[in-house]
Every structure is written in structure tokens, then in C-alpha cells.
T-cell receptor, first 112, second 113 residues
């Protein structure tokens, strides 16, 4: 089945710096890609969903890059601030929201 | 609008005890998922339902885990004879038939000692 590897497991940056998280996946048929944010004690919050037809997607304060050739999904938080401190998870699926395969997560700490 | 509600929020058991987790999805959502999230790992799908039917339970340890959704609304996940390896957060999620987004509950954190 699908396997997703996420790096790094922990990331510490200063306020205003960029934070870059990458996931690689194995199933070339994967079509849907997701980034979730999880704050302590809170639910998983969807940051962005990406379809394989679009390689660059921009959100509020972040950019998601999809490289289908290398089977790599990346999240770049530009100008991170302390409120971005949380765990971030990528997820991959070939069938919409069913059977999401998650990475192991990245714990991001943004210090003032 | 209320989100996905789970109870209890925490549970501590000794090995061999049984426990049940309860999930109330968002009203009108026909698809309900149970995920297991071990500490420092990503969620892993255990089982999901569409209405009252199990669509996929291939990752559910069938000898000790069971899940039901009898009326196609609330769901219960039960662990018989818990083991230390079951220590994890159990997440419930739901989505509507258009499958435009899945919403997660806050989870039940289980510790088996």
C-alpha cells in the first residue's frame, strides 16, 4: 500500500524565518494531497487540499508544492510566527478523503 | 454548527480491560472514520462507514477491536482486552456525501498500563 515519509520530525525556527516540510509518497496513482495542522489538544485542521493537476498552491502565509515526478509534496511556511507552532501532517489518497495515508508529522516550534 | 464530538477525552486502563469510545459526527454527514494515532505518529485509518455499512475495516484488529454505527449516525469503537500497544489517541472524523472535506474530532487519548 501507499507509504508516506515526512521530514523533518522536529523543526525549530525563529519568528520571520521560513519553515519547510517535505513528504515523499510511493503510489504514483495518488491524486489527492492534504496538509493538516494540529495544535495541542485540538482537532486536525485542514490547511490545504491539492489535486495532482496543480503543482503550486498558495494559502495564507504558506505555499504548497507538488512534484509528481519525484512524488514529493512540500509545505513552506513563509515568515513563520509563534502562532504557527503546532504539529503538521501531510496526507495522501488516490480516492478523495477515503483511506488517507498520513505522514508521521512534523512538530514545528517558532520562537519570538 | 457543532463539530465532531468524541467522548471520553481521556481513558486510562490496565491491560486486559475493555473500553468504548463514542463519536457523534457532524449532522448530515454520511461517512464516518475511526483513526488511531500513536504518540509521535500520524493517524492511521482503522475503519470507515457510509451510513450504517462498514466500507473498509481491513486495518481493524478484528480479534479485539470492533466498531458499529447502527443507525448511520453515532458510532462506537470498542477495544476488548486492551494491550499496552493500544496506547494512542483515537480520532473520529466525518464527511458528507459530496466528500468535499473531512472534519476531525479532538480525539480520545487512551493509555494502557
Amino acid at each position: 500500500g501507499e507509504q508516506v515519509e515526512q521530514r523533518p520530525p522536529h523543526l525549530s525556527v525563529r519568528e520571520g524565518d521560513s519553515a519547510f516540510i517535505t513528504c515523499t509518497y510511493t503510489d504514483p496513482n495518488s491524486y489527492y494531497f492534504f496538509w493538516y495542522k494540529q495544535e495541542p489538544g485540538a482537532s486536525l485542521q485542514l490547511l490545504m487540499k491539492v489535486f495532482s493537476s496543480t503543482e503550486i498552491n498558495e494559502g495564507q502565509g504558506f505555499t504548497v508544492l507538488l512534484n509528481k515526478k519525484d512524488k514529493r509534496l512540500s509545505l513552506n511556511l513563509t515568515a513563520a510566527h509563534p502562532g504557527d507552532s503546532a504539529a503538521y501532517f501531510c496526507a495522501v489518497s488516490y480516492s478523495g478523503y477515503n483511506k488517507l495515508t498520513f505522514g508521521k508529522g512534523t512538530v514545528l516550534l517558532v520562537s519570538p | 454548527e457543532a463539530g465532531v464530538t468524541q467522548s471520553p477525552r481521556y481513558a486510562v486502563l490496565q491491560e486486559g480491560q475493555a473500553v468504548s469510545f463514542w463519536c457523534d459526527p457532524i449532522s448530515g454527514h454520511d461517512t464516518l472514520y475511526w483513526y488511531q494515532q500513536p504518540r509521535d505518529q500520524g493517524p492511521q485509518l482503522l475503519v470507515y462507514f457510509r451510513d450504517e455499512a462498514v466500507i473498509d475495516n481491513s486495518q481493524l484488529p478484528s480479534d479485539r477491536f470492533s466498531a458499529v454505527r447502527p443507525k448511520g449516525t453515532n458510532s462506537t469503537l470498542k477495544i476488548q482486552s486492551a494491550k499496552q500497544g493500544d496506547t494512542a489517541t483515537y480520532l473520529c472524523a466525518s464527511s458528507d456525501s459530496a466528500n468535499t472535506e473531512v472534519f476531525f474530532g479532538k480525539g480520545t487519548r487512551l493509555t494502557v498500563v
